[in-house]
């Protein structure tokens, strides 16, 4: 009983901090997308209330947090502004890989108290030499990196007694590398996704990953902390990209509240009001239920994580999250559209919304014929070829 009273306390404590950093990122909305990243005012926040800190296993504190409650937290920031949530869901999320590092490089990040960063794209180029690797590279769309401290860089290679070419994850501090600030996007514009590059930079054996084995093992080939922290054991892609759905989620609600208080509000040239017309009664009610969907299936995607012992096909994680994310566009546009061209006005709730769950969907891991493929694959009983 003690421990459900702590556990309902915990949560009410982090869907507050949610909440907090949603509304400074919404009134800082529009001077984000002006300067492509939010502000120190945000990042201070996440920082303050813990935030960065949240996924970690227990030996460094913090209340260790299931899925939903992680969920929740994401979808809450997302109501208000799908920037921050993108970043707070990153530096929190962003610790998973290094609980995959040897015990004494975890530590280093850890106590070095700077906010983390990745991009898993496997670009860089690589070369083996005593003790670790000689990277090179180019990677675009770098979230966070602003205000980023270590980062993992994608790259692949093939080891001598692996049949394929591996991904990994070269870590190190964000000052061994170039930061161009080249962010200009239709959406999520305030999250400072810029590019960075690194020529000829060792990295050591033990900062780099093996995102093969990760996903093979579900959790280090030594272990070092607690057998039970929230990213050992799962399927490490699924559980990593899910917080993406959350806040799609949290986004298409605010939506559908901003409709139906415009429509509430609105009266068309024929004088009647417009909540009163079964076209905006039908319109809400479509996109209601549409949403109601997405909740359902972000539940069961959850509850697969739960229970997860190998016996998901990684596609069937694939097409939840992307229909999940498909329906929150959908969502955005269609309300959009029926509310006319007053929901066009740079920098309010609904454009900005619809434009930053359009690049969402764009997202590698959020492309929807990527994922109904890979989920129909699986269901002939073909290789999905889905790792997501």
């Not at 690589?126 to 966070?144: A, M, R």
């Not at 539940?299 to 229970?307: F, H, P």
């Amino acid at each position: 009983m003690v421990i459900a009273n702590k556990n309902k306390q915990i949560y009410a404590q982090l869907m507050e901090s949610a909440k907090k950093i949603g509304k400074i990122a919404e009134a800082e909305a529009y001077k984000a997308d002006e300067n492509a990243t939010i502000s120190h005012n945000v990042i201070n926040v996440i920082v303050e209330e813990g935030i960065n800190k949240l996924i970690l296993p227990k030996e460094y504190g913090g209340p260790q947090i299931d899925f939903k409650t992680f969920s929740d937290m994401v979808k809450t920031v997302g109501y208000y502004n799908l920037s921050a949530a993108w970043l707070t869901y990153f530096f929190s999320v962003h610790n998973a890989w290094v609980a995959f590092l040897p015990k004494h490089r975890m530590d280093e990040i850890v106590y070095d108290s700077g906010l983390v960063a990745d991009v898993f794209a496997p670009v860089g180029k690589v070369e083996k030499c005593d003790g670790g690797f000689i990277l090179s590279g180019t990677w675009n769309y770098v979230s966070g990196i602003n205000y980023s401290e270590w980062i993992s860089l994608g790259a692949r290679y093939q080891f001598d007694d692996e049949e394929e070419p591996e991904s990994l994850g070269l870590c190190m501090k964000i000052s061994e590398l170039n930061v161009t600030e080249d962010w200009d996007s239709l959406g999520l514009r305030g999250t400072g996704s810029n590019t960075v590059s690194i020529e000829n930079v060792f990295v050591p054996d033990d900062m780099v990953i093996r995102f093969s084995k990760v996903a093979q093992n579900r959790k280090p080939l030594k272990l070092e902390v607690d057998e039970d922290y929230l990213y050992y054991n799962v399927p490490f892609y699924a559980a990593f990209y899910f917080g993406f759905a959350s806040m799609c989620i949290g986004a298409a609600q605010r939506v559908l509240d901003e409709f139906k208080a415009r429509t509430a509000n609105r009266v068309r040239t024929s004088g009647i009001e417009e909540q009163k017309k079964s076209r905006s009664q039908r319109i809400l009610a479509k996109l209601t239920l549409k949403h109601k969907a997405s909740e359902a299936m972000m539940k069961e995607y959850i509850n697969m994580l739960n229970e997860d012992e190998g016996q998901y096909d990684p596609s069937i994680y694939h097409a939840l999250r992307v229909e999940i994310i498909r329906n929150c566009v959908d969502i955005s546009v269609e309300a959009t559209l029926s509310l006319g061209a007053s929901a066009l006005k740079s920098g309010n709730p609904v454009e900005m919304m619809m434009r930053d769950l359009i690049a969402i969907g764009t997202h590698v891991t959020s492309l929807y014929e990527d994922g109904i493929e890979a989920f129909g694959k699986y269901l002939f009983g073909f290789k999905s070829y889905s790792r997501e």
